[in-house]
C-alpha cells in the first residue's frame, strides 16, 4: 500500500524542533498596563486574575520587572478620576496617561510605549466619540481625538494606538501629529474592531462601559469578513503604519485575510475575555495554562500577526526566561 509518513518528521524533538515553523519570541509582545490616579496603588482586576491597576507611584517597581523580562514594548492605558461630556480629561498635559508617559520614558528610555488613543475611559456616556442627543458624533471626535494623540506624543509616546473606531481617526491623527512635529510617530491603528463580547473584563477594568447604547454603530458585526478588508484599505490610504485586529482568537480568519491582503505589520490584540477565560479555566484546574497560552500565543504568529498585544506577554517572558515552556 502507497502512502506517505507524515510521521517520520516528528520522531524526535530534535528534528521536531528543526521543522517548527512558527514561534513565539518575547519581542513579539505589546502588554498593557492600567494606571490610576491615588496613590500606594497595586489592586488585582478581579476578572483579570494577574493583571493590576496601578497608581503611578508604583508603576516603576512593575516596568523595572518587565525589562527585567525582556520584554521591549507596553501600552499604557489610563483610567482617570475626571469624566464629562466630550472625555476633556483625554487630552490634558497632565492626564493620567500622559504622565505615565513621561514618566516611564524617563525612567526606561529604551522601553517602547504605546498610548491607547480613545476616548471611552474619559467620557461620562463611555461611549469612544463625542455624543450628541444621544448619537455619536463622527467628525467632531476626530478634533478630540486628534488633540487626544498629540498630547500623548508630547508626554512621549513612542506609538499611538487609536482604537475608537470612527470614520477618518487615522488621518485626523496622522494630520494632527504632523502638524505639532510629530512626523516620526507611527500609528498603530485598531483597523479592524469588531463589536466584542470578549470585552467584558477590560470595560470593568477602565470602567467604559457605555451608558446606553452599545458600540455597533463604529464597532464592526462579527459576521463580518469583507468588511474588515475595507476598514483596513482606507485606514492604509490614511496613512496607517500597524493594522492591529481585535479580538484575536475568535478573529484568526480575519488576521489571517489582513495579512494576506495588505503588507502592512499586523497586530492582534488577545483581549481581556480571552485572558479571563483561559486563566478560569486554569485556576480551576481545567486546563494546563502553560500549554494553552503557548498554543493560543503561536496560532496568532501562525495567522500571519507580527506583534501580540497580550495580558499573558508577563508569565509567558517569565516562562521562556525559566525554561518552563
Ligand atoms: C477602548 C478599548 C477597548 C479595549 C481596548 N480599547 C474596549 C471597548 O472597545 O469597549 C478592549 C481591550 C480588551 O478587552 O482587552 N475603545
Keep these: 500500500m502507497q502512502f506517505h509518513r507524515h510521521r517520520r518528521l516528528r520522531r524526535n524533538q530534535a528534528i521536531r524542533s528543526m521543522l517548527k515553523e512558527n514561534h513565539v519570541h518575547v519581542e513579539d509582545f505589546i502588554?498593557?498596563?492600567?494606571?490610576v490616579e491615588g496613590e500606594n496603588k497595586k489592586e488585582e482586576i478581579a476578572s483579570m486574575p494577574g493583571v493590576y491597576h496601578f497608581s503611578l507611584d508604583r508603576l516603576n517597581e512593575e516596568v523595572d520587572e518587565l525589562v527585567s523580562l525582556g520584554i521591549v514594548s507596553i501600552m499604557i492605558f489610563g483610567v482617570p478620576h475626571d469624566k464629562d461630556e466630550c472625555g476633556s480629561s483625554a487630552d490634558d498635559a497632565h492626564g493620567i496617561v500622559q504622565k505615565a508617559i513621561s514618566q516611564v520614558k524617563e525612567n526606561f528610555p529604551s522601553l517602547y510605549v504605546m498610548a491607547d488613543t480613545c476616548l471611552c475611559q474619559y467620557t461620562s456616556h463611555g461611549h469612544c466619540g463625542v455624543v450628541e442627543d444621544g448619537e455619536i458624533i463622527n467628525d467632531a471626535s476626530l478634533e478630540r481625538l486628534a488633540a487626544t494623540a498629540v498630547s500623548q506624543a508630547k508626554a512621549g509616546a513612542d506609538m499611538i494606538a487609536p482604537s475608537n473606531m470612527m470614520d477618518g481617526f487615522v488621518a485626523a491623527?496622522?494630520?494632527?501629529?504632523?502638524?505639532?512635529?510629530?512626523?516620526?510617530?507611527?500609528?498603530?491603528?485598531?483597523?479592524?474592531k469588531y463589536a466584542s463580547g470578549f470585552y467584558g473584563p477590560f470595560?470593568?477594568?477602565?470602567?467604559?462601559t457605555p451608558q446606553f447604547g452599545d458600540r455597533r454603530t463604529y464597532q464592526m458585526d462579527p459576521a463580518n469578513a469583507r468588511e474588515a478588508l475595507r476598514e483596513a484599505a482606507s485606514d492604509?490610504?490614511?496613512?496607517?503604519d500597524l493594522l492591529m485586529v481585535k479580538p484575536g482568537l475568535a478573529y484568526l480568519d480575519i488576521i489571517h485575510r489582513v495579512y494576506q491582503e495588505f503588507n502592512l505589520p499586523v497586530v492582534a490584540y488577545n483581549v481581556s475575555g480571552e485572558y479571563a477565560m483561559v486563566k478560569a479555566?486554569?485556576?480551576?484546574?481545567w486546563i494546563d495554562e502553560k500549554k494553552v497560552v503557548l498554543e493560543t500565543l503561536t496560532s496568532f504568529k501562525r495567522a500571519g500577526a507580527e506583534l501580540i498585544l497580550t495580558y499573558h506577554a508577563?508569565?509567558?517572558?517569565?516562562?521562556?526566561?525559566?525554561g518552563s515552556i
Design 31 to 35: 502588554y498593557p498596563i492600567f494606571v
Design 173 to 192: 491623527i496622522r494630520k494632527g501629529l504632523d502638524e505639532a512635529g510629530f512626523e516620526d510617530v507611527p500609528i498603530l491603528s485598531y483597523a479592524v
Design 203 to 208: 470595560r470593568d477594568a477602565v470602567h467604559s
Design 236 to 240: 492604509i490610504a490614511e496613512g496607517a
Design 281 to 285: 479555566a486554569a485556576i480551576n484546574g
Design 314 to 322: 508577563k508569565d509567558f517572558a517569565k516562562w521562556l526566561k525559566e
